[in-house]
């Protein structure tokens, strides 16, 4: 009998040193956020992910805009440029970031429109990846 009263005890007492572990990293660790969107000119960002983390990145023309020209995706370690094309508000640019990134990391969109052969800019805009407890 005293066998199992010392064993519950000791069961119970590492229970709650593990809840109040846990309580104390989750209020130590602050909490981050990886998404979020904008748009400048003719030229809209959204990133997707969680924490610090940038799941991917997607540009696109606003509603009601149509052009021939191309986007540029960059920050956090990727630098891609998509195709020249027309382009109208269904169509988006997508790249697959699938990293972590450092605290303060800006990911950034750029676009330009291609007429009698120069390119003119359509907008740039950015979404700081940042860690939301500092």
């Known amino acids: 009998m005293r066998h199992v009263v010392a064993r519950t005890r000791w069961a ?4 709650v040193a593990a809840v109040g572990t846990l309580a104390l990293c989750a209020a130590v660790v602050p909490s ?16 997707d992910g969680s924490g610090l983390y940038v799941a991917r990145a997607t540009v696109t023309p606003p509603a ?3 052009f021939f020209g191309q986007y540029h995706l960059y920050g956090g370690g990727v630098d891609n440029t998509s ?12 790249v697959a970031w699938g990293r972590g990134v450092a605290d303060h990391t800006k990911i950034c969109a750029e676009g330009w429109e291609h ?13 700081e990846i940042r860690n939301s407890g500092r």
């Open 12 to 15: 119970v007492r590492t229970a």
């Open 32 to 47: 981050a956020s990886a998404g979020g969107s904008s748009c400048s000119g003719r030229t809209c960002l959204t990133v």
């Open 64 to 66: 009601g805009a149509k």
């Open 83 to 94: 195709a020249l094309q027309h382009w109208h508000e269904r169509l988006r640019y997508s």
């Open 115 to 127: 007429v009698g052969g120069e390119r003119k800019p359509l907008g740039k805009t950015c979404v």
